[in-house]
């Protein structure tokens, strides 16, 4: 019983570990070129130094997910309550049509990139994408404030922006 108890311990500390926030990219999603709307890729990298010195929101997203959809109403209310902050997208859908309809359909205001792998692709694998709608916020020193939000943690991801500024 008790190795049973001290394989359970050892397997949540596992698990629990491997969820942690993070405060930096690695080298691999920093170095993934994305899609901009025009289609010219565009590395990860240059897509935050676009965004050096503001606080930043990164949601990423799709089309085809009902979450991410039930969640823009929120997400919106948190853009209108925090105009300075710069508010970057990134898309999981299978198309550029796809991607392309659902920004002019939610009426997303923001950069956009559109993530050509997937979630399960170089790219998600190395930001950790296990669930859409997550949100990243990172600081104006380029320093990640909160690493995995997801729809229903609204409330902290507006408290974490108001201290920003």
Known sequence: MKKIFLSFIAIFAFISCTKAQKTSF???????NLSN???????????LKKHNGK??????????????????PKFKELQASNPN????????????EKWKSGIEKYELVGDHYLVADGMKG???????????PRYIIIDKNGKILTYRAIETDFAQIDKTLKSQQ
Not at 26 to 32: F, I, W
Not at 55 to 72: G, H, N, P, R
Not at 122 to 132: E, L, P, R
């Open 37 to 47: 709307l025009e289609g010219t890729p565009v590395a990860f990298s240059e897509i």
């Open 55 to 72: 606080t930043t929101v990164i949601e990423i997203w799709a089309s085809w997910c009902s979450d991410c959809v039930k969640a823009m």
């Open 26 to 32: 690695s080298d691999e999603a920093l170095k993934t």
């Open 85 to 96: 902050v710069d508010y970057v997208f990134l898309s999981m859908d299978k198309t550029v």
């Open 122 to 132: 170089v790219f998600g694998k190395a930001v950790d994408v296990d669930w859409i």
